[in-house]
């Protein structure tokens, strides 16, 4: 999670062209932040909630084939576009000062769909009881895997570790 540099590209190392998504943000308690995606909603799709949402559960659909509501902000932003309503766009730039006053780094946990912000914090959460529970459930995360950068390949390696 991160912002935009003044060239329209995200502030990430690998400065890819910025695509701001509009997201949810629950803090529970200053340790746990969990964002949630707010989606285009898929056309011709009924009005509901997901099933696996709708028992306490994650989304447990491939990503991009669930045609159902993942939380009540979600539903509620698809019912106001449906209406004809623009709220998409008045909500990112609502979110703007926010983003200029973060400067703090923040590492996502894609499965958990946590924020946390130090390294430190992500390791205790990896190894957490709930995170590999999740981990060992999920069917909708493709996970891929990239070089490190060239100048920094050799500071690498595969852990013995299983």
């Known amino acids: 999670l991160t912002s935009k540099r003044w060239n329209e590209t995200c502030a990430a190392d690998t400065a890819h062209t910025w695509n701001p998504v509009l997201v949810h943000h629950l803090s529970e308690h200053s340790t746990k932040q969990i964002y949630s995606q707010i989606r285009p909603r898929p056309q011709s799709c009924p009005f509901e909630y997901c099933s696996h949402v709708r028992q306490g559960k994650p989304c447990w659909h491939k990503v991009g084939r669930c045609r159902s509501a ?88 595969f852990c013995g570790r299983p």
């Open 70 to 157: 993942q939380s009540e902000v979600e539903m509620v932003v698809w019912k106001a576009e449906h209406s004809g309503l623009s709220v998409r766009p008045h909500l990112l730039q609502l979110s703007l000062p926010k983003q200029t006053r973060s400067t703090q780094v923040t590492i996502f946990c894609k499965v958990c769909l946590l924020a946390l912000s130090s390294p430190e914090s992500f390791y205790r959460h990896c190894s957490s009881l709930e995170h590999a529970q999740l981990l060992s459930q999920d069917t909708t995360t493709k996970w891929k895997q990239r070089q490190p950068p060239h100048n920094r390949r050799a500071e690498f390696w």
